[in-house]
């Protein structure tokens, strides 16, 4: 299959894809996991037949929304980029779950039938957009009547350590906030998802806040990581300098090496909405 040019389908993925950030994204898997398996039992997942994982990234959540449907469902799990699918498409499903299809495509150009789908799921790509409302829309036009759609994002905003390390305050001020307004995306947008809802003509049925805080592990460390394989991105438009970046990176790993510190990972909004009325 030939991978359609980045400008066609989507907004620009500003993080390492494929086997060079699938611990990553595990990691975000364990911190995130539980508010967005919350979300899809809220959206009745279990009684599916039929749905759709926009941006699945190495398929975590699409194996977990297979092994909840049983084998006469199926699974639509699409990304953006080849490598992701490259890597999901190695990793089977449990045995008795249902299958899973992978494509490529994006949250605008989903490649997908309209009016098909009983869940739709979507998390951590709306933040990645200049366009989320336009996508959200699109997600909204794959749903069956009565169907739901699941959205899961975050305020980056609201990372922070107790005690305070100010390295992580000036990381959000000098990079995070510079950076999120030049290539003119939103990082705090699941602030916003019940908004997003009601513009694609969708009631909203639940929504739901989670900060996990950590002591230990590679959890405590991921927004570290993250942040550190972002920051050539970063460099490359301008909004800091590697030696200033790197230096407060190493700042807070400086912070949080220690056991008495914990780590409040960015802030994540799960919303379920109805492709019924709005009430």
Same mark, same amino acid.
């Given at each position: 299959?030939?991978?359609?040019?980045?400008?066609?389908?989507?907004?620009?993925?500003?993080?390492? #894809?494929?086997?060079?950030?699938? *611990?990553?994204?595990?990691?975000?898997? @364990?911190?995130?996991?539980?508010?967005?398996?919350?979300?899809?039992?809220? %959206?009745?997942?279990?009684?599916?037949?039929?749905?759709?994982?926009?941006?699945?990234?190495?398929?975590?959540?699409?194996?977990? !929304?297979?092994?909840?449907?049983?084998? *006469?469902?199926?699974?639509?799990?699409?990304?953006? %980029? /080849?490598?992701?699918?490259?890597?999901?498409?190695?990793?089977?499903?449990?045995?008795?779950? @249902?299958?899973?299809?992978? +494509?490529?495509?994006?949250?605008?150009? /989903?490649?997908?039938?309209?009016? @098909?789908?009983?869940?739709?799921?979507?998390?951590?790509?709306?933040?990645?957009?200049?366009?989320?409302?336009?996508?959200?829309?699109? !997600? *909204?036009?794959?749903?069956?009547?009565?169907?739901?759609?699941? &959205?899961?994002?975050?305020?980056?905003?609201?990372?922070?350590?107790?005690?305070?390390?100010?390295?992580?305050?000036?990381?959000?001020?000098?990079?995070?906030?510079?950076?999120?307004?030049?290539?003119?995306?939103?990082?705090?947008?699941?602030?916003?998802?019940?908004?997003?809802?009601?513009? @694609?003509? &969708?009631?909203?049925?639940?929504? !739901?806040?989670?900060?996990?805080?950590?002591?230990?592990?590679?959890?405590? +460390?991921?927004?570290?990581?993250?942040? #550190?394989?972002?920051?050539?991105?970063?460099?490359?438009?301008?909004?800091?300098?590697?030696?200033?970046?790197?230096?407060?990176?190493?700042?807070?790993?400086?912070?949080?090496?220690?056991?008495?510190?914990?780590?409040?990972?960015?802030?994540?909004?799960?919303?379920?909405?109805?492709?019924?009325?709005?009430?």
């Amino acid at each position: 299959m030939t991978a359609p040019s980045q400008p066609h389908v989507g907004d620009q993925y500003v993080l390492p #894809t494929g086997k060079d950030d699938a *611990a990553r994204l595990d990691i975000i898997h @364990a911190v995130y996991g539980p508010v967005s398996r919350k979300a899809l039992e809220a %959206a009745e997942i279990s009684g599916a037949s039929r749905v759709a994982d926009i941006g699945c990234g190495t398929g975590t959540i699409a194996r977990w !929304m297979a092994s909840r449907m049983g084998p *006469a469902g199926r699974v639509d799990a699409i990304d953006i %980029a /080849p490598q992701q699918i490259e890597v999901a498409g190695t990793i089977p499903p449990e045995t008795g779950s @249902a299958s899973i299809h992978y +494509h490529l495509g994006s949250a605008y150009e /989903p490649g997908l039938p309209e009016h @098909a789908f009983d869940v739709v799921f979507c998390r951590l790509v709306l933040c990645h957009l200049k366009e989320p409302g336009n996508a959200v829309a699109q !997600m *909204a036009s794959l749903l069956k009547p009565g169907g739901r759609l699941v &959205l899961v994002d975050m305020d980056l905003r609201d990372t922070f350590t107790m005690p305070p390390c100010p390295f992580y305050q000036a990381y959000i001020d000098e990079c995070v906030i510079p950076y999120q307004t030049k290539i003119n995306v939103d990082y705090s947008v699941g602030r916003r998802l019940p908004q997003l809802l009601m513009g @694609a003509g &969708l009631s909203t049925d639940a929504v !739901m806040v989670d900060q996990p805080v950590f002591r230990e592990g590679p959890e405590k +460390h991921l927004w570290e990581k993250t942040w #550190t394989s972002a920051l050539q991105r970063a460099v490359s438009e301008g909004v800091i300098t590697m030696d200033r970046g790197l230096e407060l990176i190493a700042g807070m790993e400086r912070h949080t090496a220690s056991p008495d510190v914990w780590v409040a990972v960015a802030k994540m909004f799960a919303v379920v909405g109805s492709a019924d009325a709005l009430r």
